[in-house]
């Protein structure tokens, strides 16, 4: 299947720093591309969804201006943590799928962030 | 709106047994149904999915799943369990009658442990 690569896989971080997650479709190029977050022991909760070279559209209750997405090309999209507080902990997974809506997503590693 | 429901948190089974792993769903046009799995601190694999056709759906690593339409369930199943089975199972649908991105929604996952 598709392989899509998430960086770093952990992250330790202070407290109002920044934090930046990368994205990559390694084989395929992905035209909607995805953000989750799961916590411990339970279901993936989607925070975004953009597609490349468009704006992302956030899932209601998730902060934009805290979680910033940049879909710059058909294999990349990056989310930034800005000013993260120890509530950002947590599982970050991505998610790419190319063309029909009925094709599968296919999942990045996930990133653990722990923010101190 | 769509659902998923995943009424078991978790299944045990002995290696060698059959397994099932339940999910029903709700939507308002015709569901596009997933199954993934996840390991311990990993992102999602994918492991089958029903778009149209045969409402047997064969996937990876023996396991397949039944997609019934009066009962509007998607079961998985797999007829011989392995101890490297266990893992988190999630359910996912997405409606085609949806619009915009067609958001894909998971149900809250299903441990499964399969004992030697």
């Known amino acids: 299947g598709a392989v899509v690569s998430q960086h770093p896989s952990r992250v330790i971080c202070k407290s109002g720093t920044s934090v930046k997650i990368e994205c990559r479709s390694l084989d395929f190029q992905a035209t909607t591309m995805f953000w989750y977050r799961q916590f411990p022991k339970q279901s993936l909760m989607l925070m975004a969804t953009?597609?490349?070279?468009?704006?992302?559209?956030?899932e209601q209750g998730v902060e934009k201006d805290k979680f910033l997405i940049n879909h710059a090309s058909l294999t990349l999209s990056t989310l930034t943590v800005t000013s993260a507080h120890p509530e950002d902990s947590s599982f970050y997974i991505c998610?790419?799928?190319?063309?029909?809506?009925?094709?599968?997503?296919?999942f990045g590693p996930g990133t653990r962030l722990t923010v101190l | 709106a769509q659902s998923v429901a995943q009424p078991e948190d978790q299944v045990n089974v002995a290696e060698g047994n059959p397994l099932t792993v339940k999910c029903t769903y709700s939507v308002s046009g015709n569901p596009y149904l997933f199954w993934y799995v996840q390991y311990p601190n990993r992102g999602l694999q994918f492991l089958l999915k029903y778009i149209t056709g045969d409402n047997l759906v064969k996937g990876s690593y023996g396991f397949e799943a039944e997609f019934n339409k009066s009962q509007t369930s998607f079961h998985l199943k797999k007829p011989s369990a392995l101890v490297s089975d266990s893992a988190l199972y999630f359910c996912a649908v997405r409606d085609s009658m949806n619009t915009g991105f067609q958001k894909l929604v998971f149900g809250t996952g299903t441990r499964l442990l399969v004992s030697p």
């Open positions: 998610s790419a799928r190319a063309g029909k809506v009925y094709n599968e997503q296919f």
């Open positions: 953009s597609n490349e070279g468009s704006k992302a559209t956030y």
